[in-house]
DNA sequence: AATTACTGCAACCGCTGGAAG
DNA sequence: GCTTCCAGCGGTTGCAGTAAT
């Protein structure tokens, strides 16, 4: 699907080089012209990239196939529960402040990071009915989500079957279950989120992804929160006390009790920086040391 | 097997801020 | 101080692959 633009400005050619702009998938050929390109002469300079390398792209598509694609350093492939919950905990301080977070991620992208986000977390948002800004969302994380995530880890790293996809995994996974009911809780210091492992779904054996690091299904929000039956569930979030029950099946089985001050319950996003209290810096640095030492 | 709907991701677009002239 | 250029960022779009019907 070669898709060309010409680059006129009223009615006149601005360049050789502008007359004839690829856009759309980048060929293997284009790829390779690129990388080597690069690895001659090193990143930067994007639109000189462009004009000397011969591809007829703009500085703009060669700085992105490159960042996005092409560096050695680019990590493909699934988002690890870790990963997961660093992302859900960064983007709690920083919001959609994606390069930033993905500074934290190394080897992801700021682009993976949003996609990731805008497919997994708003669709989350969504299917609670909820804006993905909103309280009882950002609470239904906080409270739900990251506590079922941690615990998930720490279930695989316990599993006898599970072999963790990665030895910098191993090592996360393997102190994640280290950590202090405080801190996989990491709500003490305001208020209390006491999650009963054995009343999780996903950390009764019977989950087939349980070591698997990929980004599953598992860890939706919505496993645990029926927006038809849960009515109360808001109003008891806002009321920062109450259980956050799940309908398994039309029953009501298995509950994630929490306590939540006013002051955790304050803005997420914008509103506030409680997230920041819960989430301190020792445990972000936690995460990333497991993460990726 | 064919069609439709959905999902995930790569790439583009527009805007912003900083550096250089 | 103003203008221009460029890199970077976040939002959005379009398409390919997959699932559901």
Known sequence: MDVYERGFISGTPQSEEEMDVRKGPWTEEEDSVLKAYVNIHGEGRWNSVARLSGLRRTGKSCRLRWLNYLRPEVRRGNI??????????LHSRWGNRWSKIAQHLPGRTDNEIKNYWRTRVQKQAKQLKCDVNSKQFRDAMRYVWIPRL???IRAS????????????????TDNISNMTTSQITYANATGSVQVDPSLLPELSGTSSDSVDTQVSSVSDL??????????????????????????????????????????????????????????NEENIWFLQQQLYD
Not at 160 to 171: D, E, F, L, R, Y
Not at 242 to 249: I, K, P, W, Y
Request: charged residues 20%; aromatic residues 8%.
């Open 157 to 172: 790293s316990k599993s006898p079957s599970g072999q963790p996809t990665s030895t910098s995994n191993t090592t996360y």
């Open 80 to 89: 690890s529960l870790e990963e997961q919950l660093l992302i859900l905990e």
């Open 222 to 279: 919505t496993d645990c929160y029926n927006p038809q039956s849960a009515s109360d569930y808001p109003n008891n979030l806002q009321k920062g006390s109450g259980l956050c029950q799940e309908n398994v099946a039309g029953t009501w089985g298995r509950c994630v009790e929490f306590q939540a001050t006013e002051e955790q319950s304050n803005g997420w996003l914008g509103g506030g920086d409680s997230m920041e209290s819960v989430w």
């Open 150 to 152: 941690i615990e998930r």
